[in-house]
């Protein structure tokens, strides 16, 4: 019987035990803080990321993996039996990662080797790398699997709350003195995956009102539809994520199941920390 393995980045956020769970490998953004050089989630996590960062008073950079790793991480997966590769990145508007994955499969001519372009990120991402896995788990085709990723891509919505924009001002998006007046302002900006882009969608002010107004949004998009999927997402904040997910649970008829996970390093240090976001895929 032919094998797929199912390979992602760790921009996808998926939690350590799913991944394990659909023996699914997620390739490390490379985070840079100078000369230094870290492999996201397997060298550093959130809390030595933000120590550092508001130690030092700027943000490190990212970086895709390298062409080379893929072509490792591919390499080992064909060594322990798979007779095909599956690679689903994080939005080619985002990062180079996908364009470096396709740069490693045509390194390894001979073999069948898909890399896929998700548009997608974070739990966005992880929900169609764990369609596609399980869909591989049932006897589906590369094709078949592909399509059911797709598939939720399409169903998938994603609204997050920051709590800060000091950690945009830092990445030189927004001016210090347009982030020093919205703390004073108590602006709490509204998230959203549009077009393969995570955008600043509103400006709210308070914390209660951006979450209140991340629940609304997702209800909106619900739109009376059963929700299959949920995930509520934090950066550095468990317990605001769970007082979240009582706003969602009153709102809305949440799965009983919800994933919780951390944003990787590779996507929260552009959120910042005390970040907290919502993630469903609704039935067709």
Known sequence: MSRTAIITDTDSSLPVALAKKYDIVQVPIIIQFGDESFRDVYDIDNDAVFTRIDREGKLPTTAAPSPGQFVETFKAAFDSGADSVLCFNISSEMSATYAS??????LLPG???????????????????????????NGASIEEAISAAENIRNRT???????????????????????????????????????GKLELLEKIRTQNKSWNRAVELTVEKAAGRKIE??????VKAPEAAREFEGLLRAALPCPEEIVFTDVTPGLSIHTGAGMVAVVIVTAD
């Open 229 to 234: 999927k949920m995930a509520v997402l934090n």
């Open 157 to 195: 919505y994603l609204f997050g709350a920051l709590a800060t924009l000091k950690y945009i001002a830092m990445s030189g998006r927004v001016s210090h003195l347009a982030a020093g007046m919205a703390g004073l302002l108590d602006i709490k900006p509204i998230l959203s995956l549009q077009n």
């Open 101 to 106: 994955a396709r740069q490693a499969a045509e």
């Open 111 to 137: 073999k069948r080797i898909e890399v896929v372009d998700t548009r997608s990120l974070a739990m966005g991402q992880g929900f169609m790398v764990l369609a596609a896995a399980e869909a591989v788990a």
